[in-house]
């Protein structure tokens, strides 16, 4: 595996899979990558990348984007009338991380909706497809979200995708998917990403996660969506000029780092296992599905921010969230030889 080679000096970042660094290849489409303006006549780079993004989700057109927050914030704002509800998971990046940009930016209700492991429970979107309009705009959007963040990394299945599109349909109401991590699901699932997102009205993803590109995400959807997101993206400022130099590490990501992840998957398997064996009530090595682990630390001696301050004593840095919950993220600078230090590491301090 290509393991930790350029950063084996430095500490194991388990914080996210954002920290992962250009590859080589990258830097040197960067440095050749032909250039234009990309809001005026066009940066050729952008819009390869645009193509490509677009080709590999099966949808009409891609949008390239600073952030994946922009292309979710986008996706509301194209799809979504001031006013109205999204209707969403509580445990969705949407909710926990960039609900300001939703409420505050978009004008729109976070409408949270009962869901496990990120699959709604089909009578609870039914009831809240279904709200008579009187004291409400009634909803607008449908979102979902895979690999899931808050829920471990987990994976909605493709079923549940054609389910929760067929019911909105029904309605009249579009359906976006939050795939920060699509490719992540992808790979899990051993099926291309087009197969998951078929039934969505739109898709974020990224390519500066586990994908390792510097900067940047993509939203994909009809032509005519993305023509109005790509006006909306001008409003809020994210209409970039010689973009072609960012717009290059992606397409070296989409093009030779996907099927990669599989790596990073059982690495995080191997962490699950070994902490499973320390300790049975961290993780259920059967819910760790792709890069992304949820330690509940509830039932240990220490808290979370203890944990992760320990941890950081000896070189391995955690994210703690809230007091009961440390979330360990793997990805292209963390290899099996990591993982076992690690395992070791909280063996120890156990
Ligand atoms: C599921 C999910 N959606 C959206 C985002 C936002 O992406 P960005 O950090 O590029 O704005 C993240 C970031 O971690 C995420 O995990």
Not at 106 to 130: E, I, K, M
Request: glycine fraction near 10%; charged fraction near 20%.
């Amino acid at each position: 595996m290509s393991g930790r080679d350029e950063d084996s000096a430095g500490p194991i970042d388990l914080r996210s899979d954002t920290v992962t660094r250009p590859t080589a290849a990258m830097l040197e489409a960067m440095r050749t990558a032909p250039l234009g303006d990309d809001s005026r006549d066009g940066d050729p780079t952008v819009v390869r990348l645009e193509q490509r993004a677009a080709a590999m989700v099966a949808k009409e057109a891609g949008l390239f984007l600073p952030s994946g927050t922009m292309g979710n914030l986008l996706a509301v704002l194209a799809h979504v009338t001031r006013g109205q509800d999204v209707l969403v998971d509580p445990l969705a990046h949407l909710v926990t991380s960039e609900i300001a940009g939703l409420v505050g930016v978009a004008g729109v209700v976070p409408r949270t909706v009962a869901s496990q492991a990120g699959r709604y429970d089909l009578a609870a979107l039914a009831a809240a497809l279904a709200a008579a309009p009187t004291a409400r705009v009634g909803a607008g959007l449908v979102w979902l979200e895979t690999s899931h963040n808050g829920a471990g990394g987990r994976v909605v299945p493709p079923g549940h995708v054609g389910e929760v599109c067929a019911m909105a349909r029904q309605r009249g109401v579009p359906v976006h998917l939050d795939g920060a991590r699509l490719f992540n699901a992808a790979v899990a699932l051993g099926v291309p990403a087009g197969t998951i997102v078929a039934p969505v009205d739109s898709v974020m993803f990224c390519v500066s996660k586990g994908l390792s590109a510097p900067v940047g995400s993509l939203l994909a959807g009809s032509a005519a969506f993305i023509q109005r997101a790509r006006a909306l993206r001008r409003m809020l400022g994210g209409a970039m000029r010689q973009a072609g130099v960012i717009a290059a590490a992606g397409l070296v990501a989409l093009e030779t780092m996907v099927d990669r992840l599989a790596e990073d998957h059982a690495v995080a398997q191997r962490l699950a296992t070994g902490l499973f064996a320390i300790d049975p009530t961290l993780v259920d090595p059967a819910t760790v599905e792709t890069n992304i682990l949820r330690l509940d630390v509830s039932r240990t001696r220490r808290d979370a921010r203890a944990w992760a301050d320990i941890l950081a004593e000896h070189g391995i840095l955690v994210q703690a969230s809230g007091a009961a919950q440390l979330r360990l993220v793997t990805h292209r600078h963390v290899d099996e030889a990591a993982a076992d230090r690690v395992v070791a590491t909280f063996a120890a301090a156990a």
